[in-house]
């Protein structure tokens, strides 16, 4: 296998592993990783779940739908539908006239050239970094970059080819 085959191997594993571990790739909010030890993942998920379970014993009704913002499915209570992690009410919303609509391909390739541009811009900022911490950081996020690159090209090749 040739150098360069080696290390796109290694730099597609290192994107997945970053996306799985849920690293940042925002350029400027980006904070060297923080990985939650075991107990306190248990903790939280142990009072979302205590929450859903209370509000069903109480008579709410899960939906299919989930939250906007979190992910978590949603629950209608006495006929407002609740987010139970967010805590928040959850609205939905209806459309009063026509919709615009985007060719799928116009935004992909906008889409695409973004991602480079940050990929790009990272770049930048790594060759003239000298602190560890934050080369680990800039490397994080243009690992987490090309990971979505590879996925939206996939995506976009899959698309031509229907």
Same mark, same amino acid.
């Given at each position: 296998?040739?150098?360069?085959?080696?290390?796109?191997?290694?730099?597609?594993?290192?994107?997945?592993? *970053?996306?799985?571990?849920?690293?940042?790739?925002?350029?400027?909010?980006?904070?060297?990783? !923080?990985?939650?030890?075991?107990?306190?993942?248990?903790?939280?998920?142990?009072?979302?779940?205590? !929450?859903?379970?209370?509000?069903?014993?109480?008579?709410?009704?899960?939906?299919?739908? %989930?939250?906007?913002?979190?992910?978590?499915?949603?629950?209608? %209570?006495?006929?407002?539908?609740?987010?139970?992690?967010?805590?928040?009410?959850?609205?939905?919303?209806?459309?009063?006239?026509?919709? *615009?609509?985007?060719?799928?391909?116009?935004?992909?390739?906008?889409?695409?050239?973004?991602? %480079?541009?940050?990929?790009?811009?990272?770049?930048?900022?790594?060759?003239?970094?000298?602190?560890?911490?934050?080369?680990?950081?800039?490397?994080?996020? %243009?690992?987490?970059?090309?990971?979505?690159?590879?996925?939206?090209?996939?995506?976009?090749?899959?698309? !031509?080819?229907?």
């Amino acid at each position: 296998m040739s150098k360069d085959a080696l290390l796109a191997l290694s730099l597609t594993r290192l994107l997945s592993l *970053a996306a799985h571990v849920g690293l940042s790739c925002d350029l400027y909010t980006a904070q060297p990783p !923080r990985l939650l030890d075991r107990t306190e993942i248990i903790r939280k998920l142990s009072d979302d779940v205590k !929450r859903m379970a209370d509000l069903l014993k109480s008579g709410a009704t899960m939906l299919s739908d %989930v939250c906007p913002e979190c992910g978590n499915p949603l629950f209608r %209570v006495k006929g407002d539908i609740f987010c139970a992690k967010c805590n928040k009410p959850v609205v939905y919303a209806r459309a009063t006239g026509p919709q *615009a609509t985007v060719s799928p391909s116009l935004l992909l390739e906008t889409v695409e050239q973004t991602i %480079v541009g940050k990929i790009s811009e990272t770049n930048a900022l790594l060759k003239l970094e000298k602190d560890p911490e934050k080369m680990s950081v800039y490397s994080n996020l %243009v690992f987490g970059w090309l990971s979505m690159l590879e996925k939206l090209r996939s995506l976009r090749d899959s698309d !031509r080819e229907s």
